[in-house]
């Protein structure tokens, strides 16, 4: 079985930064993409950043310019290093996995971990 555990969130002010990583276990055959969504309180969940295997990147309009994704595919892991933090960035952060085993495409889901970025 396929675990993603993340790690790094917590409490910032405004202009700080923090470091989100998801460590992706198990069984793993080849990861694909890679990806960050977040979700705030009454809204829908919406992608953050995403990256392929071969390392091409995409962000939301909202997040260029201060986060950047990357990945460690030796250590299966991604990472979201968030910096310039605004308020409105306060959400639950959730890891996004593409893992393809003996052909097969399966997407997992981290269990999310809290952002708050106070004014």
Same mark, same amino acid.
């Given at each position: 079985q396929v675990h993603l555990v993340e790690s790094g969130g917590g409490l910032v002010q405004t202009g700080g930064s923090l470091r989100l990583s998801c460590a992706t276990s198990g069984g793993i055959? =080849? +990861?694909?993409a890679m990806g960050w969504y977040r979700q705030a309180p009454g809204k829908q969940r919406e992608? &953050? #950043? =995403? +990256?392929?295997?071969g390392g091409s990147t995409n962000y939301a309009d909202s997040v260029k310019g201060?986060?950047? +994704? =990357?990945r460690d595919n030796a250590k299966n892991t991604v990472y979201l290093q968030m910096n310039s933090l605004k308020p409105e960035d306060t #959400? &639950? /952060? /959730?890891?996004? &996995? &593409?893992v393809t085993t003996m052909a097969v495409a399966r997407i997992y889901w981290g269990q999310g971990t809290q952002v708050t970025v106070s004014s």
């Open positions: 055959f =080849s +990861i694909n992608l &953050v #950043a =995403s +990256i392929t295997s201060r986060f950047t +994704i =990357s #959400a &639950v /952060y /959730y890891c996004r &996995v &593409v």
